[in-house]
């Protein structure tokens, strides 16, 4: 009896932890949540040195959809967060997550908006362009946009902004201490690419599981294609966050 089929979206995690782990992207750690479930995925960012995030340790989810790579992710701080484009919740609002439906509304253009080209790493790198750079024209948190309107307008004289900010990153340090995490605080640090360990053979397991499915699909049927829009970055390097990558960094 031949095995069930693994959905398309399942393939496309796979081989995109696969190669987030074998190059990462600097400032981020990835790990799941559970090890049997490839849709919800743990994310820490390191706040870029030279800053006012530097030093910080941010954690959130990716939630993935089942029908990823079609349709995006949501992106949640579990990290208490004071700016423009993060709502109260945590959630992030940000142009390359929002469904790519013609919302005239909205003020984006379609390219802007998710598309299946998109995938893990562009999102990172849009998320932490977004904490340097906040969208203040339409915001999720409107008091944090007035707020950091002052801070940059008066070239930092208004201190109100930083300083709260500067008090959510000290109050990361205890958690990286509790999860035993080295936070980069220079740029030769950051810029590091930082592989994490597998703690046991689960990823392996699931690989196993990838590549099996693949011969048999190849048995099956020679022309059949999986969905590989998760793994078209295998063997790229991520960017360090000073060589600036502003693609999908329009949010409302």
Not at 141 to 147: E, F, K, L
Not at 212 to 227: A, F, L, S
Request: a negative charge.
């Amino acid at each position: 009896m031949a095995q069930q089929q693994m959905p398309s979206s399942q393939k496309a995690l796979m081989l995109e932890l696969k190669s987030l782990q074998e190059e990462p992207v600097e400032g981020f750690r990835i790990t799941l949540v559970e090890e049997s479930d490839l849709y919800n995925w743990e994310v820490a960012i390191f706040g870029p040195p030279n800053t006012l995030y530097e030093g910080g340790y941010f954690k959130a989810h990716i939630k993935f959809p089942i029908d990823y790579p079609y349709s995006p992710p949501t992106f949640r701080f579990l990290t208490k967060m004071w700016h423009p484009n993060i709502y109260e919740n945590g959630d992030v609002c940000i142009s390359i997550l929002h469904p790519p439906v013609d919302d005239p509304q909205s003020g984006e253009l379609p390219s802007e908006r998710w598309n299946p080209t998109q995938n893990v790493r562009t999102i990172l790198l849009s998320v932490i362009s977004l904490l340097n750079e906040p969208n203040t024209f339409s915001p999720a948190n409107v008091d944090a946009s007035v707020m950091f309107r002052k801070w940059r307008d008066s070239k930092g004289k208004d201190k109100e902004y930083a300083e709260i900010i500067r008090k959510q990153v000290l109050s990361t340090k205890v958690e990286a201490e509790r999860d035993g995490v080295k936070v980069p605080t220079t740029l030769a640090e950051y810029c590091i690419q930082t592989k994490v360990p597998s703690h046991d053979s689960s990823s392996d397991m699931l690989y196993d599981d990838l590549y099996d499915d693949d011969i048999e699909e190849e048995e099956d049927d020679e022309d059949g294609e999986v969905c590989g829009a998760g793994g078209e970055n295998s063997g790229e390097g991520g960017d360090c966050y000073n060589d600036e990558d502003d693609s999908g960094n329009e949010e409302s």
